[in-house]
C-alpha cells in the first residue's frame, strides 16, 4: 500500500547521522592503510570521504596510493577492523535518540538507509537502544549504486511501501541529502562538518541545521515531520 495513515516514513542515515561512528571509520582505514605500506592517514584524509559508501571510497584510496590488493579483500579487511572497534560500543547523538524515541510511538515507518554494510549497520545498531525500534535497514551493497545515487533510499522507501514523496531523510553528508533530492524525498541536513553547511547540495535541504548535531532539535524536527 502506498502512503502512510501514520503520517511520512522517516529514513535515517546511520554514520555521522545517529551515531558518531565517523571516529572508528577514521581509525579502521588508518589501521588497513599502515598494514598494506601506506602510513600517515590523516582524519583530514578521511574527512574527503565522509558520506561516500566504503568500497567507494577504497577504490579510490587504492588508486591514489597504487595499491595491487583487490578491492574486495580491502573490504573485507576494513570491515573486521571496523566491526572490532564498532563493537566496542558508539555514541548515539542523544537528539537523535530523542527524536526516534518520539516517532517510533507516533507509528511513523522508520528505516535505516546506509553506505555501510549490512554486517556493520547491524553491529553498531545492535550496540544501541535503538535496535529495536529501527528494524528495516537497508545497506548500499544491497543496491547497484551508492550515495549521492538515489539507489539506497529508493529501495528503502518500496520496502517500506511507502511512495519516494512520502519519505523524509535525515542525513548529515552532502552525497546524502543529494541523494534524497534525486529520490524525489524531503531532507533534515544536519551536517556532520558544519564547514559543509553551505555546500549546494545541502541548498535543496527542506529543513537545514548549519552548525549540526550541536543545533539539532529533535522537537523541532518531530513537529515540522508531523505538521
Known sequence: MIGSPAGPAVVFD????????EPHYYEAGRRLLAAHGVPGFTWEDHARFIGIGTRET????????GLTTPVDQLLAEKNRL??????TGTEVFPE???LVERLHPAGHPLAVASGSS???????LGATTLDALLPLRVSAEEVAHGKPEPDVFLETARRLGVAPADCVVIEDTPPGAEAA???????VAVPYAPAQATDPAFAGADLLFPAGQREFDA?????WIVG
Open 82 to 87: 571496523y566491526l572490532d572497534l564498532a563493537r
Open 14 to 21: 546511520l554514520d555521522g547521522t545517529l551515531v558518531d561512528s
Open 181 to 187: 533530492r534525486r529520490a524525489g524525498m524531503r531532507c
Open 118 to 124: 549490512r554486517t556493520a549497520i547491524d553491529a553498531v
Open 58 to 65: 577504497l577504490e579510490a584510496l587504492r588508486r591514489e596510493h
Open 96 to 98: 537523535m535518540r530523542k
Open 219 to 223: 522537537q523541532k524536527v518531530f513537529d
